[in-house]
């Protein structure tokens, strides 16, 4: 290959990178999870695992589907722990668009939610909080139930939602 | 309250007694004579499984499995209704558990009643290394509270991630699919244990559905409920030949939102099912979250639009593999 040709590749990698990347970060969540103390208490106790739509079944089996039917993109998650007791697993499902988003977020939804100041919309049980930001749809989950678990449980979500 | 560990030991030197309660459940349990022609289904419950924080007391869960085996196969002694369960399976045959841990650690098959079953198994003769405890992989198993251990000279525990799975591809009907290797090469016979789940496609996960962790891309057969790729997929010779029990975990169930862990939508039945018959034990266990379903006052599977159309379709008569019919299925309630 000579000089010019191998200039014209360049040129044309770098217009490609131009173009693409932006569509990326559109989708991409960076790393959306708070380091270990970041919020008071909580300490990061898994590695990350990302998944792309297609691969999602590893991670949630039968519930793959209604995510990649709302146009998921990506699903990352990983774990913590709240003073060493409280377990809790964060989903951060990447979604084609905030329709998606609220889509997931509305279905799973029982009469028993309360509404919660997050994001562009929220919801909290007892052991678990989901919201909505943009394409973002984040659901935080605890493995116990502990007095302030719920307090606990809502301070992690303002911290994902802060690096969304 | 006395460890796990400790536990286990006592319960490997036999030392582990049954309390009276459980020992007169015992005696009522097998007091119950076998309807012939018809498939034995046994859900044994008991209320006090869980403590007052919510953990699961282990010698409950294994004086449970006592009553359980025990009223299925008629026999008090748990060596002997042990060694009933096994029967045909030579001395030296491996025998797998198949558990299932793919809803995380909240709603995935219980490591006390997996633990519970080795016990009973090798007090049977088994040896430890002849004992399998498997899934698809490490994380699925972690999930359930259990070790990953390849050591012969223990029971092992470990998934489809380290076997592998067969090149030649097995096909029925609808399912076109590789299966795991500790199935095909490693055991001569399987112990489904799975947990009860509601499913968001399937309407139920539980004995038969239970076998899309053995395959090498269960995304594959999801399509139209599941139906009749579960029912396709437990017809494959070696799935229908080698698992052959069931001792299902309806100690812990998501009723709805299933198949992850939603602990909005958990229960505790407190229950173990268990049986042959993988279509009555599917059957009997869809009834169980109908009772959930109605008593909270949210819609059926069916008005929900995923009804659990594969156990129908695994009684009928291409599939042949049990009946969902509730006049042949003699259900015992101890």
Redesign the interface.
């Known amino acids: 290959m000579n000089v010019r040709n191998l200039k014209s590749v360049l040129v044309a990698i770098a217009l490609v990178a131009i173009v693409a990347l932006p569509g990326c970060k559109k989708h991409a969540a960076g790393n959306p999870f708070p380091a270990s103390g970041e919020v008071a208490g909580w300490q990061k106790s898994d590695d990350t695992r990302v998944f792309e739509a297609k691969n999602l079944w590893q991670y949630v089996d039968g519930d793959s589907e209604q995510y990649i039917q709302a146009g998921v993109v990506t699903t990352s998650t990983t774990s913590y722990k709240y003073q060493g007791q409280l377990e809790a697993v964060v989903d951060v499902h990447t979604m084609r668009d905030a329709d998606g988003a609220r889509k997931i977020l509305e279905n799973g939804q029982t009469s028993d939610a309360k509404s919660v100041s997050i994001g562009d919309a929220g919801v909290a049980y007892a052991q678990s909080v989901a919201f909505r930001k943009g394409p973002y749809l984040v659901r935080i989950v605890a493995y116990q139930s502990t007095p302030d678990g719920q307090r606990a449980l809502m301070a992690l979500a303002h911290g994902v939602e802060a690096k969304l | 309250m006395t460890s796990r560990r400790e536990f286990l030991k006592e319960a490997a030197t036999g030392a582990v007694v049954l309390s009276a309660q459980a020992r007169l459940g015992l005696a009522a349990a097998v007091n119950h004579p076998a309807e012939s022609g018809k498939s034995r289904v046994v859900v044994a419950r008991d209320p006090a499984l869980h403590d007052s924080t ?1 953990q699961l007391d282990d010698k409950r869960v294994l004086a449970l499995l006592d009553r359980a085996i025990a009223s299925y196969t008629g026999r008090d002694h748990s060596v002997e209704a042990w060694k009933q369960i096994l029967r045909g399976v030579g001395p030296d045959k491996v025998i797998g558990l198949k558990t299932n841990g ?5 709603i995935s098959t219980h490591a006390a009643l997996v633990l519970a079953i080795t016990e009973r198994l090798q007090q049977a003769g088994v040896k430890p290394g002849n004992i399998v405890i498997w899934d698809r992989n490490a994380r699925d198993l972690v999930a359930c509270g259990l070790t990953i251990n390849t050591d012969p000279s223990r029971v092992r525990c470990f998934g489809s991630d380290v076997s592998g799975f067969e090149d030649n591809q097995e096909s029925y009907g609808s399912a076109r699919i590789r299966l795991s290797k500790i199935l095909t090469r490693e055991c001569a016979m399987v112990i489904g244990v799975p947990i009860l789940k509601d ?4 309407g139920v ?1 539980f004995a038969m559905k239970n076998m ?1 962790g053995v395959v090498d891309r ?2 594959d057969l ?1 399509a139209g409920g ?1 139906n009749p790729c579960v029912a396709d997929l437990n017809c494959i010779p070696v799935v229908r030949d080698k698992v052959r029990f069931t001792i299902g975990d309806a100690m812990t169930s998501v009723y ?10 958990l229960w505790q039945p407190n229950a173990l099912i268990v049986g042959e018959d993988r279509v009555a034990i599917d059957h009997t266990a869809w009834q169980m979250i109908e009772r959930k379903r109605a008593e909270v006052g ?1 819609k059926t599977l069916e008005a929900a639009g995923r009804p659990p159309r594969y156990i129908a379709t695994a009684a009928d008569a291409t599939h042949n593999l049990g009946t969902n019919d509730p006049q042949k299925i003699h259900l015992l309630e101890v």
């Open positions: 919510g793919l809803g995380g650690k909240g499913h968001e496609m399937a996960t899309y269960p995304q999801h599941c709805d939102g299933g198949p992850s862990f939603h602990p909005e939508r949210i």
